[in-house]
């Protein structure tokens, strides 16, 4: 039997078929997915701030009849409708929409208001929509007012049968007062909430001054205002960075008091927690902490909320500092949480870009520009239109015996009547399908006096529409109408959230805040074997280290000091004091605790003591004086303090505390120069200390001069060159040096 090839020639195309190249058809079919997606689902428009899917809801809500003070509706019913008419895309997603707009913890104005059980901040779902009701807000009607005259566009529904709004009239900013999340493809938008009254103070602002930058709209709208409130800790340089490029982030805190009990006891009360943060989640995380022993300030967490949020955190003793307290919990749980700002909205309501403050209320100001024009013009159409009826009508009053004639005796009153009277189609027709009933009200005066008062509003409406300045005035008062309604005053516009610089207790470290002090005795080896032993050990002569291992250093701590590492390619590592082995074993390598690279030897382990100064130098001679405090780390792989270029290695670091520096080669070459002529810098190469011809420097020190130069021989015995005899050492940096004084140790280095 013949064996199957094992690569068959491809089929023949299908009769009428176009072979298309696959990776053209994928990419034409998913840019216009991801175009979909960013212009009808994830992006709000720039103008009104909604969503295809919030609008809908609102204007299917609009269409119901759904308005403040009216009757509930099931949203059973609102949600079959905008499926139904508007927005295909499955109930539920409707719902969750119609929800969310609804939460007074997720909007900060809602645009629903709801009846029945919408949710919780615990993060409890909403009912199902069969037992749930809902219309729509005052603030929702606001944002619709207008729409029946002709205030925007409309296009045809998915189906081809009815009509939906491309925007909406949007008479408040949206967009910032309620904000706005979602993801798209390839882009994601992220805005947060907003104080509306200070909205509206910006926007007068931007009208008066249309040239108005972000860092003067600052002024007005100093940050975010959450529905759950909080403390918003960032600095103004930070905030107004992030309202200018559009991107950034807000540090929120929850609030907190202290309460004082009995007994000298205390207790700490969370009254607000950040925006987006579940309730029930945080507490089962603190909970967690706390089991984890990873809160030792905390002696236990309950959750006594009601209607109001009362999270109830209780300290170890009363002798615990409840800010140091607080700090640990937001540095481990989401008491304190990042709110992420990404203002990228759809300008006009077809380009997806990032905005700035400025750039996103002139976005509305200039469609409530857009939207007063319109409704004038439409207002003017009808206008006109009753003017010209009352003109026929007063026609039909004054000759109203000969109009009932002409009706009754002609076979085509309307030409005839249009003859007769000189009356356009408009108002022959309106005067031929005026009731009988209706003439008998006919007065010339009333008449008269209507269409006086509409002459003038038309005279009004056309010189607003041909004048900028009055249209800029009007705004301006529909503007000042609704800072009245949502002012500062109210209950609804009342800031929420406030800003405070973070507290002192910030900068506290809270390792050492959460750790019991107890002295210790750090040893470390020549082969960078690293313990700490109980107390303060004075001889350590009797330690054991491991095969050939001997004695580096060892140096009094505690057990919430900082040790610092210096490795050979410069780098300094930082490790906790409490962190290291314990004395009963050999200890640990330093490696372990620290990315030290391969190949890298270590120098020198020394304690963190904050302020002091060191020489730090490499083999090549060049070196600089530089502050513990600009060595200090927070992650394993260290701080790049002494930059050298191969193969030179760091080999001192002493301490800078004098007025001058000797400096020892491998060429046996002394030189002392002040110490005023080596630099104090974070990082680098700093500067040369010693010239040499062959080899590099071997040892340094920084000594008073007029306590002399102090140097231990190998049998331990102190030699002292006093002031007078250094003479002949005594030069400047950069100099090569001479010999050392008789007696210096052969190992050319000034020992203990």
Known sequence: MARAPSNPPPAAPLPG?????????????????????????????????????????????????????????????????????????????????LVRLAQDFSSRYPLVDGQGNFGNIDGDSAAAYRYTEARMTETARLLLEGIDEDAIDFRENYSGDQKEPIVLPAAFPNLLANGSQGIAVGMATSIPPHNLAELCDASLYLITHPTATTDQLLNFVPGPDFPTGGIIVDNRETIAET?????????????????????????????????GVQKSRLIEKLADLLNEKKLPLVADVRDESAEDVR??????????????????????????SRFPMNMNVLVDGVVPRVVSLAESLRQWLDHRRDVLLRRNRYRLQKIEHRLEVLAGMIIVFLHLDEVIRIIREEDEPKEALMMRFKLTEVQANYILDTRLRSLRKLEEMELRKEHEALTKEKAEVESLLGDEGQQWKAITAQVREIRRKYGPETKVGKRRTTFEDVPEAAAIDLTEAMIEREPITVVASQKGWIRALKGHVQDVSNIQFKG?????????????????????????????????????GFGEPIRIMADIEEGEDIVSVFPFVAGTKLLIAGTDGRGFIVSHDEMVSSTRKGRAVLNLDAPSKARVIVPAEGDHVAVI??????????????????????????????????DARVFKLSDGLTWKDTAGRTFTVDKADLKEWIGNRAEAGRLPPKGFPKSNTFGG
């Open 17 to 97: 078929a176009n072979l298309v190249n696959l990776r053209d058809a994928l990419e034409e079919r998913y840019l216009a997915y991801a175009l979909s997606t960013i212009m009808g689902r994830a992006l709000p428009d720039g103008r009104d701030g909604l969503k295809p899917v919030h609008r809908r809801i609102l204007y299917g809500m609009q269409i119901l009849k759904l308005d403040p003070g009216t009757a509930f509706k099931k949203c059973a019913k609102i949600v079959g409708d905008v499926m139904g008419s508007f927005h295909p895309h499955g109930d539920q997603a409707i719902y969750d929409a």
């Open 311 to 336: 999270i109830v955190i209780e300290p170890r003793s009363r002798t615990v500092d409840a800010a140091v307290m607080m700090e640990s919990l937001f540095k481990l749980s989401e008491l304190e």
């Open 243 to 275: 309202y200018r490029t559009g991107r950034g982030s807000f540090r929120v805190r929850s609030r907190w008091v202290k309460e004082d009990n009995a007994r000298g006891m205390w207790v700490v009360v969370i009254t607000e927690v950040p925006y």
């Open 665 to 698: 080669g491998e060429n046996r070459k002394l030189l002392v120069f002040k110490r005023d002529e080596v630099p104090e810098m974070a990082r680098g190469k700093g500067v040369r200390l010693q010239r040499y011809k062959d080899g590099g420097i071997s």
């Open 548 to 584: 050939d291992d001997a004695l580096q250093i060892s140096f009094f701590a505690e057990t919430t000091s900082k040790v610092l590492v210096l490795a050979s390619n410069g780098k300094v590592f930082t490790l906790d004091a409490s962190k290291l082995p314990g004395g009963r």
